[in-house]
């Protein structure tokens, strides 16, 4: 579907209530739009109306852009329920793309997973069973072993290790399961070494238990300040994991980023 006669409301966030739809936000001007939409184009046809397809161009929806936090493109937001539930950036060849789709398109499985998440707002003890109980019943579904791993990381470091341990090399989750990896580092982190360095990298674990994610990212980035290559470029590697575990739209990655990026030169 292209863009100039679309309403986003009715063709995105009503449809997706009941086929999810795949946003393309790319440009006539951009070279790997072009690349990119073909192919997109290609696999939605091939769908047969599993998920649809509507391309926004951003030279005619800027509005849209802004508000969908688009800084580069093309920018790929897949909705369903109304919500994004995955996204990526840049022109992913065709073999990628369609891992890409088997992995986060929504079924039945990735349903009653967001729904035992949504439960452990509720009742987290009881919720944190259910999730066990889904990863244990369901091996191999990555994606809901990332998710546990993420609710245990920072009650047990450890046992989200283990879960992240599980995913392989080529899958396309294994750089988010790498940052759970480098911060269970960070949190089981101890050494004997004195230095400025490694007591920011130590205030980093405290407030990362506390969960005061600002002062954590705050402290490992004046930890880079200090010596990037510390303590197996521990720093920078970490930096780099938070910003992955919380997004790159998120306000905390936006606010440190620059000063992160300053440091490293």
């Known amino acids: 579907m292209e863009n100039e006669n679309f309403d986003f409301s009715a063709d995105v966030i ?82 990628t793309l369609r891992k ?71 899958h396309l989750l294994y750089n988010n399961a790498e940052s759970v990896r480098i911060l269970t580092d960070i949190l089981v982190f101890e050494t004997d070494q004195e230095g400025p360095v490694y007591d920011k990298l130590k205030a980093t674990r405290e407030a990362l238990y506390n969960k005061d994610f600002e002062l954590a990212i705050e402290m490992i980035v004046k930890a880079v300040e200090d010596d990037k290559n510390a303590a197996d470029e521990l720093p920078r590697r970490g930096t780099i994991a938070l910003f992955r575990y919380f997004g790159m739209n998120h306000p905390l990655t936006q606010k440190f980023k620059r000063k992160f990026e300053m440091a490293l030169y």
Request: charged share 25%; net charge negative.
């Open 100 to 170: 890409w789709l088997n992995e986060f398109l929504p079924d039945e499985r990735k349903d009653e997973l967001a729904a035992i998440v949504d439960g452990l707002q509720q009742d987290r003890t009881l919720g944190l069973a259910k999730l066990r109980g889904f990863v244990n019943d369901n091996p191999d579904l990555h994606i809901a072993k990332l998710t546990l791993a993420g609710e245990l990381l920072f009650e047990s470091p450890e046992d989200a290790r283990d879960l992240v341990n599980e995913i392989p090399r080529e």
């Open 14 to 95: 009503s449809r997706s209530q009941e086929v999810p739809v795949l946003v393309d936000f790319w440009s006539p001007t951009c070279g790997p739009c072009l690349f990119l939409g073909p192919v997109l184009e290609k696999l939605a046809a091939e769908a047969n109306g599993k998920w649809e397809l509507v391309k926004v161009n951003t030279m005619f929806n800027q509005e849209l852009a802004m508000k969908y936090n688009i800084t580069s493109i093309p920018a790929v937001k897949l909705f369903h329920k109304g919500e994004i539930v995955n996204e990526f950036v840049g022109a992913l060849p065709e073999g």
